[in-house]
């Protein structure tokens, strides 16, 4: 409990930032400059995964693993801030190169380009700090942990504000609100783990940590970045068939839904280590009283958050929006129906992994993904926002559905009844 109050007000802070950030940009920058700022925004989240790799998720399985040998978390700790520097190097100069590609041929909006090109630069430093966030959730020091993404999430809010409000900046001073921080972080952000850092000599070099770093996350950012493509297709798809004033309207929706998602998004922060650890003693019964646990008192705190957002909803866009964007009230309903149902499951969400099975977290993020695309295209075009909300709450219903049924198999291999 102590290490998920921890979490929880990291990623409280998170969401707390993002949505008083929203609120300043909503009301200096109006629906259009939101949207052209979500937008850049969610192609640097989506970016992210792969600059990342999924090295810190490794290093969480794989440190809790062996949380007891410090020389091996070394090596491995060590493994994953190469292998972190070189994909987020990589990431980085494709998204320079391509920048013109994205603005003008995907979205049509050219003042995109060096916003993106902005972004691109951030890449290294945030996979080096997503590569110490995944050690020390792995180590359960949650204290750093919190103390890392709040100092994170409290600066891009502060210099975000002082270059739009006070500089008069825009959407570039948007941008570079979250892209300076963002490097200045990522660069400390090795201090946390300094002690545990080797020289990478031939030997080290040499051994199967780094490869199974590696093999591990390549299948970790598959998943992760299918995934992520599957919960946000939606602001890309309405930038690609409407417009971004549509897309700040949407926008406004999801800072609501964050709510919903943020509670269970601290709790997986902890059930990931426990459930990899006892995974490893072979102590399965520990694992399958864990989800019971957890995935009812998820569902049941989510759906009284989605009740008061349901019964409040307007008051609280039109008081902290204006009506202007009142057009987010309906497509807010239609997710929260959605994200109620996920909820349960993002408190496990990287169960697959825990226990070994990475490659299937991929292989059903890849069919999300083809789903949610069939529904947003089929939907938005004919009913705009009101559809991608609708083709978003569908998907998630179905592979939660999905989820349960295969988790439930994977039981049964150790004799368990979920």
Not at 119 to 130: G, M, S, W
Not at 144 to 152: P, R, V
Not at 242 to 252: F, P
Request: hydrophobic fraction near 55%.
């Amino acid at each position: 409990m102590r290490d998920i109050q921890w979490s929880f007000i990291s990623l409280a802070t998170a969401s707390l930032s993002h949505l008083l950030l929203r609120v300043v940009l909503g009301r200096e920058l109006g629906p259009d400059g939101l949207g052209i700022y979500t937008l850049v925004f969610t192609i640097y989240m989506f970016g992210m995964q792969f600059a990342a790799f999924g090295i810190g998720a490794a290093l969480t399985k794989y440190v809790a693993e062996f949380s007891d040998d410090l020389k091996k978390t070394g090596e491995y700790i060590s493994s994953g801030i190469i292998g972190s520097i070189v994909t987020g190097i990589l990431i980085g100069v494709i998204l320079f190169t391509l920048s013109g590609i994205i603005s003008i041929n995907v979205f049509n909006i050219p003042e995109m380009r060096y916003l993106l090109e902005i972004t691109a630069l951030c890449f290294p430093f945030i996979a080096i700090q997503k590569t110490v966030i995944g050690s020390l959730n792995g180590f359960r020091k949650m204290k750093q942990f919190a103390f890392m993404n709040i100092a994170l999430n409290s600066s891009i809010l502060l210099v975000s504000i002082f270059m739009v409000m006070y500089l008069k900046m825009n959407v570039i001073g948007a941008v570079l609100g979250f892209a300076l921080p963002t490097i200045l972080i990522g660069f400390l952000s090795i201090i946390f783990v300094r002690s545990y850092l080797m020289f990478p000599n031939i030997s080290f070099l040499k051994n199967d940590i780094l490869r199974d770093v590696l093999h591990f996350g390549f299948y970790v950012v598959l998943g992760n970045s299918i995934g992520y493509i599957y919960t946000h297709i939606d602001n890309v798809m309405i930038g690609y068939y409407l417009n971004e004033t549509e897309v700040g309207y949407y926008a406004i929706s999801a800072i609501f839904i964050q709510g919903i998602t943020l509670i269970p998004s601290a709790v997986q922060r902890v059930t990931s280590p426990i459930i990899a650890k006892s995974y490893a003693k072979k102590e399965y019964n520990s694992i399958l009283r864990l989800l019971k646990s957890v995935t009812l008192k998820v569902f049941l705190v989510s759906l009284l958050l989605s009740l008061f957002l349901a019964i409040f909803g307007r008051t609280l866009i039109i008081t902290i929006f204006e009506d202007v964007f009142l057009s987010a009230y309906l497509p807010m309903l239609i997710l929260l129906i959605g994200y109620t149902v996920y909820s349960s499951f993002m408190s496990i969400g990287t169960f697959y992994a825990s226990i070994g099975h990475v490659r299937l977290s991929y292989k059903i993020a890849l069919f999300s993904a083809i789903l949610s695309i069939a529904l947003n295209a089929f939907f938005i075009p004919k009913y705009g926002i009101i559809g991608a909300a609708v083709a978003t709450s569908a998907s998630l219903i179905l592979l939660t559905s999905l989820h349960y049924v295969i988790i439930k198999h994977l039981l049964k291999n150790y004799n368990l009844e979920l």
